[in-house]
């Protein structure tokens, strides 16, 4: 009796594995009427408008503009130099000492900033994320764990250093134009985020933090107000061999 059940089971798997072929097909348009799910509301659409013409007003604010197109690139890039820049900047103007800066490149969500106007609402866009300004305080053995992780990531948005990737190693490392000591305790510029062992940045844990309670995004804005105009920087911060 086993045998039979066990022949018909495997009948009924052979008949419906057979193979299934298209006999005809009909294209066809349909329009789609706007919100034909009926989700507006205009009722709510009334009481948002003042706050979303408001918002709009900020978003839209001119606050500088961009001499050449930034980009996106590794293993640096115009964009990534210029993010890093202003944060270095925010935390060398608000602690005792900062040597360098070292971003995630994951945390810049637009591929470029093209030539012309840059509107707050864009900045929104190049930082979507409430990301805080950190400086870690890291010995010489934790910085050359942070040199591997770059290179391992073939490169990062940085400002104040210098170094080579070769075979997927750093070398070459120069801080403020000065060769990497790693007798030396460094102070390093990066955000929560990246503090917090973002993207395998487990070397920070190492170091001692001061939190800024300023966001990485406030602070790029506050350096295209005054700076007005930014450069296309890519003077070679990191280079690939």
Not at 134 to 159: H, M, Q, R, T, Y
Not at 220 to 229: A, G, R, S
Request: charged share 20%; glycine share 8%.
């Amino acid at each position: 009796m086993k045998n039979i059940l066990f022949a018909i089971g495997i009948l009924l798997i052979g008949a419906c594995s057979g193979t299934y072929q298209l006999a005809k097909h009909t294209d066809i348009n349909i329009r789609v009427i706007a919100d034909s799910l009926q989700l507006y509301d205009s009722t709510i659409a009334f009481m948002i408008a003042p706050y979303k013409q408001k918002l709009d007003a900020q978003m839209n604010e001119v606050i500088g503009e961009a001499e050449q197109t930034l980009t996106k690139e590794l293993p640096d890039g115009t964009l990534g130099n210029f993010a890093a820049d202003a944060c270095l900047l925010y935390a060398q103007n608000n602690n005792a000492t900062v040597d360098f800066c070292v971003l995630n490149a994951g945390g810049i969500r637009l591929p470029a900033i093209q030539k012309g106007p840059i509107t707050i609402g864009k900045l929104y866009e190049l930082m979507p994320f409430d990301n805080m300004i950190e400086v870690v305080e890291l010995e010489g053995n934790a910085c050359k764990e942070l040199f591997a992780w770059i290179a391992k990531w073939k490169g990062a948005p940085v400002s104040g250093i210098e170094l080579t990737i070769t075979d997927d190693e750093a070398n070459n490392v120069k801080i403020k134009g000065e060769p990497f000591n790693e007798s030396k305790t460094y102070f390093v510029a990066t955000t929560d985020y990246v503090a917090n062992g973002g993207d395998g940045a487990a070397m920070f844990a190492k170091g001692k933090r001061t939190n800024n309670n300023y966001k990485l995004r406030d602070a790029i804005i506050d350096y295209v107000k005054n700076k007005q105009t930014i450069k296309a920087d890519n003077n070679g911060r990191i280079k690939q061999n």
